[in-house]
């Protein structure tokens, strides 16, 4: 026989509660296994002074454009996510409120999606893909390479951590990334979600240093290189005004010499896929019980 404490305590004992209220001189920030985000959570900052007139309107601007309000929250997310570089707590309130949806409802939603980053992020987002076929072909090689680079030897950056001030100039969060869709030219890392295809260790190296020194590397195929700010704004659905920058934006190279080979010796040679014919669906017994 054990027993109870009034609050979780280590050993055989059936708390009463499963929790213990902070007390009014508990650090919780000290405490919290991200004290950037603790500070963000206890922050009272008015929303209005996070996102002003400008992000408000680019909010009502997204709901608009869909028949049920709460069908624009993904947008939404990377709107408030291109104003501070991550989704915090004040941007899933400011969220909630433009919907009518409750905090829990938008935060469901954040945690869920990737892409949806909970620690400010840094200037740059470096992707790689570590999945199958990428880390066959080096892609592993490629991520640990920046950790130590991006990080020290004993010290490696982890997953989805900075290098230097997040959102200052020439800083870098690094994070290994499930599959980028580009297969075919593994091993592949996104900036800011842009390709740079047929990667290794060194060209990555090359990469990250340029990025760190102000510059912008062209992507192998796709839009210009922008910060993470600007591409969560276009993903959110705002592009440049001025025509010949978004026409550059959004008539970039999308497809690579390897993308369209197959393609082309198909052509070449005269195959084509075999037609298809509609055939009829099997007919299933009913089931014991069930009504013809």
Not at 43 to 59: M, N, R, S, V
Not at 122 to 141: D, F, K, Q
Not at 227 to 249: I, V
């Amino acid at each position: 026989m054990t027993s109870s404490t009034a609050t979780p305590e280590p050993g055989p004992h059936a708390a009463k509660t499963t929790h213990a209220a902070a007390g009014g001189d508990t650090d919780v920030v000290a405490i919290a296994p991200d004290s950037a985000v603790a500070e963000g959570i206890l922050a009272d900052t008015p929303l209005d002074e996070i996102f002003g007139a400008d992000t408000e309107a680019k909010a009502k601007d997204l709901i608009a454009r869909y028949p049920m309000s709460r069908s624009a929250l993904l947008p939404l997310l990377h709107l408030v996510q291109s104003v501070q570089g991550y989704v915090s707590q004040e941007g899933i309130a400011f969220c909630a409120r433009q919907l009518d949806l409750s905090d829990a409802e938008v935060s469901a939603v954040a945690t869920f999606y990737t892409m949806y980053k909970r620690r400010p992020c840094g200037e740059h987002l470096v992707s790689v893909c570590t999945n199958t076929l990428c880390a066959a072909m080096g892609g592993e090689a490629i991520y640990k390479k920046l950790q130590t680079h991006l990080g020290s030897e004993d010290a490696p950056l982890g997953q989805e951590e900075t290098a230097g001030t997040p959102g200052e100039p020439g800083s870098i969060t690094l994070e290994h990334a499930e599959c980028l869709a580009a297969c075919d030219l593994a091993p592949v890392l996104q900036v800011n979600y842009e390709y740079f295809d047929n990667q290794t260790p060194e060209k990555a190296v090359a990469l990250v240093d340029a990025l760190q020194a102000g510059k912008k590397p062209a992507p192998t195929r796709g839009a210009p290189l922008s910060d993470f700010k600007g591409a969560e704004l276009q993903l959110a659905g705002f592009f440049p005004e001025d025509e010949a920058t978004y026409r550059g934006d959004v008539d970039g190279p999308s497809q690579a010499v390897e993308t369209l080979r197959g393609a082309q010796i198909a052509n070449e040679r005269g195959w084509t896929a075999p037609a298809t014919q509609d055939v009829p669906l099997p007919v299933l017994p009913a089931k014991e019980g069930e009504k013809k």
